[in-house]
């Protein structure tokens, strides 16, 4: 399954140092439940588009959140947001946004975990949110 995320894995070792590894190749790349569009298809039959499409400036959020070895997904956060155009007066508080975009995000259902030499490891997955909302990525609504 091609998922249009960044994903960056995280040695599942308790110790804090170990965690800190990162692993660039990795037999099995976790997987979202479902058809290859169905993680985008769960964010955007969620999303509450009077609260993302209020304001008309194009700002373009960085989510991130860690997926466990169980393929639990936690530790939601926007790690990054940035106006898009020039004329954009950047939203100084921009909390009711960002709220939104993090609820939708913890709905997300348990995935298959990566891999690397058989072993299931931990990794943090990031993916981008433009706002206003408006470039639809769910293909398939029988997802």
Request: charged share 25%.
């Given at each position: 399954m091609i998922i249009l995320l960044s994903i960056i894995t995280l040695n599942s070792h308790s110790q804090t140092n170990d965690r800190e590894k990162i692993f660039l190749d990795y037999e099995q790349m976790p997987t979202f439940p479902g058809k290859s569009d169905s993680v985008w298809c769960l964010i955007e039959?969620?999303?509450?588009?009077?609260?993302?499409?209020?304001?008309?400036?194009?700002?373009?959020?960085?989510?991130?959140?860690?997926?466990?070895?169980?393929?639990?997904a936690s530790d939601f956060e926007i790690v990054r947001s940035y106006p898009i155009t020039l004329e954009t007066n950047y939203p100084t508080n921009d909390s009711i946004v960002r709220s939104e975009i993090l609820r939708v995000f913890r709905m997300m259902p348990r995935w298959e975990p990566g891999s690397i030499k058989g072993k299931k490891v931990n990794c943090w997955i990031s993916t981008a949110i433009?706002?206003?909302?408006?470039?639809?990525?769910?293909?398939?609504?029988?997802n």
């Open positions: 039959s969620n999303f509450r588009y009077d609260i993302l499409n209020a304001r008309s400036d194009t700002v373009k959020y960085i989510i991130r959140f860690r997926l466990d070895t169980l393929g639990i433009t706002i206003p909302y408006s470039k639809f990525k769910c293909h398939n609504k029988n």
